[in-house]
């Protein structure tokens, strides 16, 4: 207290208590004391109201609220006052009366938590009446299913208890229960039940897994078939589900051996209803078939045999293995040779044979030498496919043998496990090394070949084997000249080869390896040259004529083919006298040498293409070195009363006798006198010859000459002597006649005129007759027919 007024300054009560449902028809409220306090004021209200009523007004900290039959939760405050006043309310409380029927679920027991389907069993349930009412035995105080509520789920409903129960009192009753037909995991749990009527909490809920009886929808082996005893096989039992299966094995045991060595393997759980067993098979490796059984099982149902299966340990076949040669092959000492390509070793092609059960399996061939080291390997063999097999006995004289094997076993390591391998002995002749051809031709006819084979410039038959040599033309192949044989490398073809339809072909050389005895080739192993055409030859011969031409000498030879391909070259001791760019075409020339009596080389090469040939071939030639006489030119004089004429007649000749006669008359000796090359004659004509056609039939026998030393010749002429003969002769000066006495200062302008006949001042040509020697008349010059100047 301070001043003039005063307070109460009450604590609110502490500790405020009401009953839960211990007091039947009442309900017991107590609260602690507050210091200064001299009295209390107690409120209740229906729990979910908001109106307080005063239930207590006192000094005494309990009050029992009696009468009661609402078992609704009521609300509790109280409030500390004294003569000062009153404090604050306390924190509300809550309490109610003891319920008429208060069930309380105390335990169970027997649930199992995983049974089978349509399996039964049977628990008990503990319950306590914490209610006023008394229960009774055998009416309807009970249990029934509250989840699920279906009572056909676990094929039990209401179960009424079997003995009676008074407040704070317990009941404990058997109950059974038989699973539903569907796995899964099921609740069960029940409630206390009056009547049909639900009370109080329903016991604790016990999920419990049903499960299927045991089961599975098939069971594999990770192989059906297996080579290896040594290996493992995985086998998978599958639709094994949780729901049915909680544990698997595989029982094992083969055919051959039948229960005697059945042995089980435990399977793991792969999830989604797969299990899975190793079985290690060389427990029951026995060739043929091995049984397996799956089994499944639970801890509420007993294992059963639910699928089964079967692998088969399967023995395998001695490889079979066919050799093909690829090249050649021979035999030796009953043994299968072959030839060895010696550029890459090949000699055989190989197929492997296992049977149509194996033709899936692969295989591996080994070549192996003489000492059985692997020399090739072809691996992954697939059976009935062709395989190349090669050595390396590549080196070596030619055809040298040695001895080898072929080892063929299977692939892979299960199918090799069972050592199951083929041997085969061979034998290998090495081809010859590749050898060098070469092709040449001779310079002269006839057309001459030489092939050669050698290896880096030598050879040996020793070292690179016999050969036979031919050659062909390219690129058609045609044989050319047959086959003929090789000594010291070397092959001359000297006969049958026709230079006129060679000229132009390229040709090939080809040498065939001849092989020893016995050994037979798929195909002949040959070498080639490269294409040689034949080089341009000269002529076989060239004719030039010795003295039998007067004045040339006529050079001929024979043409190399028909046609114009060809052209020739000539030349007199060494000096070409053709054109060197053009040649002839014909196959002859006429040469006037610069010397009679002068022995000369005459030479004639070929030209084709341009290209020349480079030898010659040669003959020697000359001209006589005298010459008979003959006639130069004949002709009529001017007043045709003799014809004269000129003859050729050289030194040299030891004598010349000359005849004349006119038309037929007799031959009268034709003097030629005078010395010199030429001699001039003049043979005059008979007055009383006629005008007209006549003959001058003239003959020269040339003495110390064999060609042409007896030469006539036949030289026509006419007559015409009326033709030259003239009435008038005057004298002419400027033009006109010249008078007698006449002085003239030039005598270039003095003129004779002549009237008469038509051939008045001209004379008639005459010719020789011959058609070829030269003939000289009127207006001719005079140096042509090789007349002196």
Not at 215 to 233: E, I, L, Q, R, W
Request: glycine share 10%; with cysteine.
């Amino acid at each position: 207290m301070s001043g003039t007024s005063c307070s109460a300054n009450l604590a609110a009560p502490s500790s405020l208590s009401a009953t839960d449902g211990t007091v039947s028809n009442g309900i017991d409220i107590t609260w602690g004391s507050v210091s200064g306090a001299s009295s209390y004021l107690l409120q209740q209200r229906k729990q979910g109201t908001s109106s307080w009523s005063t239930l207590y007004s006192g000094a005494a900290t309990s009050y029992n609220w009696t009468g009661l039959s609402d078992e609704s939760v009521y609300e509790f405050q109280v409030q500390a006052s004294n003569v000062l006043g009153s404090g604050s309310f306390s924190a509300i409380e809550t309490g109610f009366i003891r319920k008429l029927i208060d069930p309380r679920f105390i335990s169970q027991s027997g649930i199992p938590s995983k049974i089978g389907i349509g399996q039964s069993f049977s628990y008990t349930q503990t319950w306590s009446n914490d209610g006023s009412e008394t229960w009774t035995a055998g009416g309807s105080y009970g249990t029934s299913p509250f989840n699920p509520s279906d009572t056909s789920v676990w094929n039990q409903g209401f179960t009424a208890f079997t003995s009676s129960a008074s407040t704070n009192g317990t009941v404990t009753t058997s109950l059974s229960a038989t699973a539903p037909s569907t796995p899964g995991i099921y609740p069960l749990q029940r409630v206390f039940t009056k009547g049909g009527v639900e009370y109080g909490a329903a016991s604790t809920s016990v999920s419990i897994v049903v499960m299927d009886t045991p089961k599975c929808s098939g069971v594999t082996a990770n192989t059906t078939t297996f080579y290896n005893k040594d290996n493992t096989v995985t086998v998978t039992i599958s639709g094994a589900l949780a729901n049915s299966v909680e544990s698997a094995f595989v029982r094992v045991w083969s055919d051959a051996n039948g229960t005697d060595d059945v042995r089980d393997y435990t399977a793991t759980s792969l999830g989604s209803g797969n299990w899975r067993a190793t079985v290690p098979l060389n427990n029951h490796a026995d060739f043929g078939a091995i049984q397996i059984q799956a089994w499944v099982g639970s801890t509420v149902f007993p294992e059963v045999s639910c699928a089964s299966t079967s692998v088969n340990y399967v023995e395998l076949p001695i490889p079979q293995f066919t050799l093909t040669p690829t090249l050649g092959s021979f035999t030796d000492e009953s043994i299968q040779g072959f030839v060895v390509d010696r550029a890459n070793g090949l000699f055989a092609k190989g197929v492997v044979t296992l049977g149509d059960a194996f033709n899936t399996l692969k295989t591996k061939i080994e070549v192996r030498n003489a000492g059985d080291v692997v020399v090739a390997t072809v691996g992954n063999v697939t059976a009935g496919a062709e395989s190349n097999l090669t050595t390396n006995h590549t080196s070596g004289d030619a055809w040298t043998m040695a001895s080898g094997s072929i080892r063929v076993t299977y692939a892979d390591t299960d199918t090799a496990s069972q050592g199951k391998e083929l041997i085969v002995p061979i034998r290998w002749r090495v081809a010859p090394m590749l050898m060098d051809v070469g092709l040449t031709y001779g310079e002269r006819l006839p057309l001459a070949a030489t092939a050669s084979v050698h290896r880096g410039g030598s050879y040996s038959q020793e070292s690179h084997g016999a050969f036979a040599a031919r050659l062909e033309r390219h690129p058609s192949g045609a044989a050319v000249a047959p086959e003929q044989a090789v000594n010291a490398g070397l092959s001359l073809f000297d006969s049958g080869l026709d230079y006129a339809t060679l000229y132009n072909a390229p040709l090939v050389a080809v040498m065939r390896a001849l092989p020893p005895d016995g050994v037979t080739l798929l195909s002949a192993i040959e070498f080639r040259s490269t294409t040689v055409t034949p080089p341009v030859l000269p002529p076989a011969t060239v004719d030039a004529t010795d003295g039998t031409r007067e004045d040339d000498v006529e050079i001929t030879w024979p043409a190399l083919a028909p046609g114009n391909d060809f052209k020739y070259r000539v030349y007199r001791d060494g000096t070409e006298i053709t054109d060197s760019a053009l040649g002839v075409s014909g196959t002859s020339l006429i040469d006037e040498p610069p010397e009679r009596g002068k022995n000369y080389t005459y030479a004639v090469r070929s030209i084709l293409g341009g290209n020349t040939s480079a030898q010659a071939t040669e003959d020697t030639g000359f001209v006589p070195l005298c010459r008979a006489a003959r006639l130069i030119g004949a002709s009529l004089n001017a007043d045709m009363s003799a014809i004269n004429g000129l003859i050729e007649r050289w030194d040299c000749l030891e004598g010349l006798e000359a005849t004349q006669a006119i038309n037929a008359g007799s031959a009268q000796p034709l003097p030629l006198p005078g010395p010199g090359e030429y001699r001039g004659f003049s043979i005059p004509l008979s007055l009383s010859l006629p005008d007209g056609s006549h003959v001058l039939k003239l003959g020269l026998e040339s003495v110390g000459v064999s060609i042409n030393a007896s030469r006539t010749y036949d030289v026509p002429f006419t007559l015409d002597r009326a033709s030259i003969t003239f009435n008038n002769l005057s004298i002419l000066y400027n033009g006109a006649a010249a008078a007698d006495g006449l002085t003239a200062d030039s005598i270039g302008r003095f003129g004779i005129r002549m009237t008469g006949g038509s051939g008045i001042g001209f004379a008639e040509h005459v010719g020789d007759g011959s058609g070829s020697d030269s003939e000289i008349g009127p207006g001719e010059d005079p140096g042509e027919g090789e007349l002196p100047d």
